[in-house]
């Protein structure tokens, strides 16, 4: 069992930058893939970055150049940098911890960029 908590949300200006962190109790948080994922009030949930447990990177389109994920496996931690933020990034963000049949989420932290 894995529980994921998120930090680091709030009000932000557009071209501003903000750093999520999802801590993760539990064992073996190596093992796992992280990921970060928003949901946009009337929209469905989005995937914006991955990391593997081997730290193999992805991200969606709208993000590459602007967000960075990252992972500390002795802090149990991935953290999600955000640069030049943008209004349409305004979003619920949710951490994601999979491997396997597993798959876990944390309860979400807002993000709201506008001036």
């Known amino acids: 069992q894995v529980q994921l908590v998120e930090s680091g949300g709030g009000l932000v200006q557009p071209g501003g930058s903000l750093r999520l962190s999802c801590a993760a109790s539990g064992s073996l948080f190596n093992i796992y893939n992280m990921g970060w994922y928003r949901q946009a009030p009337g929209k469905q949930r989005e995937l914006v970055a991955t990391i593997t447990s081997s730290g193999r990177t992805n991200y969606a389109d709208t993000v590459k150049g602007r967000f960075t994920i990252s992972r500390d496996n002795a802090k149990s931690t991935v953290y999600l940098q955000m640069n030049s933020l943008k209004p349409e990034d305004t979003a619920a963000y949710y951490c994601?911890?999979?491997?396997?049949?597993?798959?876990?989420w944390g309860q979400g932290t807002q993000v709201t960029v506008s001036s």
């Open positions: 994601n911890a999979n491997q396997l049949r597993a798959n876990y």
